[in-house]
């Protein structure tokens, strides 16, 4: 009787705890293939008040800047105190290089220009990300507006199929209160 009794505490248990502590998603994009495939599923766990957050972790979020409230999935690649270098072929993020393609220029620069991609600047690409966040001093951007600091509280999310991926490359840092959990499975 007492091991019946254990035995549904477990299975109860078990049941709330996948209740409050975890999140399924089905990822729609190839954002982040070959990790992560389209209509592959991911297990994430909640984020908490004890949740620390590292470079390399693949971590669900919100994006303030989308009007949709859509769950994206994509590699925290800098975290706050983090120096990221922009370049006109790439990002580099203290020693990793993150190339990026002419299409994330036509979209940073916001202007008319019949061809915008010569005229792309690092340090308006600089600007851009920090025009982004609400209350963020320009103490982030370094002399010469190429390089900057990801601020406190704030990570910088690229697909890892980043030439098919919209991200903070186009939406600039995302705030930690935005993270809803890290991905532990996919399935």
Partial sequence: MNKKITFYALIGLTGLS?????????????SMASIINSNDYVLVVRKTIFSRF????????NNDMEDDHTTYIKRSVAVEGDTIRIERDYIMINDFIIPHD???EMMVLERNYGDSIKYFDSSEYARYLFRKINNINDHYILNDGKALIVPENHYFMVGDNYY???D???????PKKNIKGKVIWIF
């Avoid at 996948?18 to 994009?29: E, G, H």
């Avoid at 590292?54 to 979020?61: N, T, V």
Wanted: charged share 20%.
């Fill in 18 to 30: 996948y209740i409050f502590l975890f999140d399924v998603y089905k990822v729609m994009t190839p």
């Fill in 102 to 104: 002419p299409i994330f």
């Fill in 54 to 61: 590292k470079s390399s972790d693949i971590l669900s979020f």
């Fill in 168 to 174: 903070s490359r186009c939406w600039g840092f995302i």
């Fill in 164 to 166: 098919e991926s919209m």
